[in-house]
């Protein structure tokens, strides 16, 4: 049906930055909403930021001022830049699709790609 497929992730420094990419496929109208999870070990997971297709976007304060977040709605891509990155972000970083218009079926549905890691080193 649908497939989020992430990459970007990585080793870096503190202060560093890394830029998340995640690209929806298959079968569907439109994505609603578009986002980032993290989920650090022994953490729940939590939001990063989000992009509606109108470009309304949310962030969490701990990123607030240091990520950004764009969507390409042609292409079915979502970046997350992330700046003056702390060991504090290291987790899996988890694409996320709300709001998703099948063309097989009526309703709305959300669906999560398989993650990718980002580490950050002191």
């Known amino acids: 049906q649908v497939q989020l497929v992430e990459s970007g992730g990585g080793l870096v420094q503190a202060g560093g930055s890394l830029r998340l990419s995640c690209v929806a496929s298959?079968?569907?109208?439109?994505?609603?909403?578009m986002g980032w999870y993290r989920q650090a070990p022994g953490k729940q997971r939590e939001l990063v930021a989000h992009?509606?297709?109108?470009?309304?976007?949310n962030f969490a304060d701990s990123v607030k001022g240091r990520f950004t977040i764009s969507r390409d709605n042609l292409k079915n891509l979502v970046y997350l830049q992330m700046n003056s990155l702390k060991p504090e972000d290291t987790a899996i970083y988890y694409c996320?699709?709300?709001?998703?218009?099948?063309?097989?079926?009526?309703?709305?549905?959300?669906?999560w790609g398989q993650g990718t890691q980002v580490t950050v080193s002191s």
């Open positions: 996320h699709a709300d709001g998703v218009r099948l063309r097989i079926r009526p309703g709305m549905y959300d669906y």
């Open positions: 992009i509606t297709s109108g470009g309304s976007r």
């Open positions: 298959g079968s569907f109208f439109s994505i609603s909403t």
